[in-house]
């Protein structure tokens, strides 16, 4: 996937960072939080940022390469690849 690419998403991962860090090779389009909480990333672009108080259902329309275990509080998220 091109930095360019912003078509729709065709793939979901789920997002487990109980274990640590969890890379995402490909680049991600959004994320779908499924339980209210914080999602810690890096960005796609470079450095890492926490997003607070993200609300059950929501859509995140960000591009992270990686979700990080510290500050991460939102559960069921998922990776829209």
């Known amino acids: 996937m ?5 078509g729709f ?8 960072v109980s274990g640590g860090n ?3 090779p490909l680049g991600c389009r959004a994320f779908y939080i499924g339980g209210a909480g914080n999602l810690a990333v ?6 890492d940022i926490t ?9 995140l329309p ?3 390469s990686a979700v990080l275990n510290s500050g991460t ?3 069921l998220v998922r990776a829209l690849l």
Request: proline share 0%.
């Open 42 to 47: 890096t960005m796609w672009g470079g450095g």
């Open 2 to 6: 091109s930095a360019k690419d912003i």
């Open 73 to 75: 509080t939102a559960t």
């Open 9 to 16: 998403s065709e793939k979901a991962v789920a997002i487990d």
């Open 22 to 24: 969890q890379a995402l």
């Open 62 to 64: 960000i591009r992270a």
């Open 51 to 59: 997003f607070s108080g993200l609300t059950a259902g929501s859509i």
